[in-house]
């Protein structure tokens, strides 16, 4: 049975850094495509980051590039996001999502539907 488990939300200031994890068992990382999304209370879900597999190309939303960054740890089987310079408008649960085998390249690393398994998410709350 494949679980995700996201850690490291919580409550921050304006401008301030968090750093989540999404830990896996039941399913390989190094042999998938990994992405972070996130909702926010009455709006869709929406694509933050992801990270493809051999290579690894990077994919952001735009409103975080320069300021969230995604990795993998295949040794670990965890992907990560650093989330620096942390804006009231970040906050919302975010949930990692894996694509086993789907190399998702371009386009497709955005699409939460070529997403798999999925984690119960994680609150980030940055106040003003």
């Known amino acids: 049975q494949v679980q995700l488990v996201e850690f490291g939300g919580g409550l921050v200031q304006a401008g301030g850094s968090l750093r989540l994890s999404c830990a896996a068992s039941g399913v390989t990382f190094s042999n998938c495509g990994l992405g972070w999304f996130r909702q926010a209370p009455g709006r869709e879900r929406e694509f933050v980051a992801a990270i493809s597999w051999s290579p690894a190309y990077t994919y952001y939303l735009d409103s975080v590039k320069g300021r969230f960054t995604i990795s993998r740890d295949n040794a670990k089987n965890t992907v990560n996001l650093q989330m620096n310079s942390l804006k009231p408008e970040d906050t919302a649960v975010y949930s990692c999502?894996?694509?086993?085998?789907?190399?998702?390249?371009?386009?497709?690393?955005?699409?939460?539907?070529?997403?798999?398994?999925w984690g119960q998410g994680t609150q980030v709350t940055v106040s003003s």
């Open positions: 999502a894996a694509a086993p085998h789907a190399p998702l390249r371009g386009w497709n690393a955005r699409v939460s539907g070529n997403y798999d398994y």
